[in-house]
């Protein structure tokens, strides 16, 4: 799925938005698999509006 970054997001928000489960590590995790995924977009750094990239469905 393409994600569009609003204004107010952050990779950890939108981690949070989209990973199912409600552990901290799973959490974390999820959020490095969509940087890992989009690596070339985001790189070391955090997001910002405009940005698009991949989310990965939860496994």
């Not at 204004?7 to 940087?35: H, M, N």
């Amino acid at each position: 799925m393409q994600y569009t970054v609003n204004p107010d997001d952050t990779l950890q928000s939108i981690a949070e938005q989209y990973c199912q489960g409600d552990d901290s590590r799973q959490v974390a995790e999820f959020r490095e698999g969509i940087r890992e995924l989009n690596y070339d977009v985001i790189g070391e750094s955090d997001v910002w509006a405009g940005m698009k990239f991949q989310i990965n469905s939860w496994e």
